[in-house]
């Protein structure tokens, strides 16, 4: 019998899966094995302070450090450097911005992140930025690919994981434990994503699904090693002279797939700062687990205490990911409490 079995291997399903691993519990991790997931286009940026508003992002005091001790404590377990911290230079659009970062910038709460003495003027034949700029300090990058595709080779090596697809009427629910095809655990814990919708134990939660495109552009000569930030992110991404360029957010959308007016935005954005011409070379499209509320969806279901969810990462998984696993982990070994605003108990009873 397995300790726990998690459905669904993105950035959710894996930080779940290392903190129980780390327990010493046993898992069976199923995933469909889907090579364009939020997790795997996701821009994978660590942000302190995010938004036209400049907004310090939830408890960044304590998530941001704490993603950065758990992605460098994974690199050795994994074989691969995951977390690199990232400078961030963000293009004004207006004097107004210049005012508003300006008052931010008093703020003590804001210190660490923000530094009134550094406006910057990215003055060269790239960048389009009339009004200058300024650096977010302790911002970082994590590949959400290089994480889950390394993930999934240690889970092979140490644990098991099963490529397929979960079907719900497949699980059968006892008093002291759940089975799905002939395994059993004491629990199962849905790490699925935005499919959460379709899962008959948690139809209730209030997920708010948000479309997200992007962009991988070849610029030749073009050669800055840090993100600019104007009306959309462009971003270093894995090799020299190849950018991200992120992300849409979109909550009318017909379907997942690509779409020309995604595209459209994404250029636009891009041709408002930069000045050279590029290749678009890829073109992607995922919908994120976001939440009515913006605060992930996590616990045990009030009536099946067999079955729990790790979800409603929203626009921040990666940041929010590990710190909320090892809470849950925690709840689930430990019975700490949840913080109560991510506790699904302040939709079901
Ligand atoms: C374009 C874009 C840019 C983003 N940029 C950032 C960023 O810069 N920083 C940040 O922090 N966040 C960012 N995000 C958000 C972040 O990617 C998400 O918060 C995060 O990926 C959600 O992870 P998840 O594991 O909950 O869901 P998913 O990534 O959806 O993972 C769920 C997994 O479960 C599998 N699954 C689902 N149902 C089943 C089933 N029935 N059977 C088997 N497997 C199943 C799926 O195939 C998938 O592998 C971005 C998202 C997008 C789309």
Not at 149 to 167: E, N, P, V
Request: with cysteine; proline share 5%.
């Amino acid at each position: 019998m397995f300790d726990f079995i998690i459905v669904g291997q993105g950035i959710a399903g894996s930080m779940l899966a290392w903190f129980l691993h780390k327990a010493g519990k046993t898992l069976l991790v199923i995933d469909d094995d889907k090579s364009i997931t939020p997790s795997r286009i996701t821009s994978g940026v660590i942000n302190p302070v995010t938004g036209r508003r400049l907004v310090k992002t939830w408890l960044a005091d304590e998530l941001l450090p704490f993603a950065a001790a758990t992605y460098h404590e994974l690199e050795t377990p994994l074989g691969e450097k995951l977390y690199e911290p990232l400078k961030i230079v963000r293009l004004f659009d207006s004097v107004k911005a210049q005012n508003d970062w300006s008052v931010r910038c008093a703020l003590k709460e804001y210190s660490p992140y923000l530094d009134n003495g550094a406006m910057i003027h990215l003055a060269d034949a790239y960048i389009n930025n009339p009004f200058g700029g300024f650096e977010l300090k302790e911002a970082a990058h994590v590949n959400g690919g290089t994480f889950l595709t390394a993930f999934k080779a240690f889970l092979q090596k140490h644990q098991q994981i099963y490529a397929g697809r979960f079907s719900y009427s497949d699980l059968k629910l006892k008093e002291d434990s759940v089975s799905y095809k002939g395994a059993t655990a004491r629990q199962i814990i849905f790490a699925e994503g935005i499919q959460a919708l379709q899962n008959p134990f948690f139809e209730k939660l209030p997920f708010y699904p948000a479309k997200g495109e992007c962009l991988i552009v070849e610029i030749a000569d073009f050669l800055y090693d840090y993100m600019v930030k104007g009306e959309v992110v462009l971003m270093p991404f894995y090799e020299k002279n190849i950018y991200y360029v992120g992300s849409t957010h979109e909550i009318d959308f017909e379907n997942s797939f690509p779409s020309a007016k995604g595209r459209q935005e994404l250029e636009s954005g891009l041709k408002s700062f930069l000045k050279c011409s590029y290749k678009v070379l890829d073109h992607w499209a995922a919908v994120r687990p976001t939440v009515s509320g913006r605060r992930p969806l996590i616990g045990i279901h009030p009536r099946h205490k067999r079955v729990g969810i790790f979800n409603g990462m929203g626009t921040k998984g990666i940041s929010l990911a590990p710190y909320f696993a090892n809470q849950f982990v925690e709840h689930l070994l430990l019975g700490k409490p949840l913080n109560k605003e991510v506790d699904i108990k302040r939709f079901l009873s």
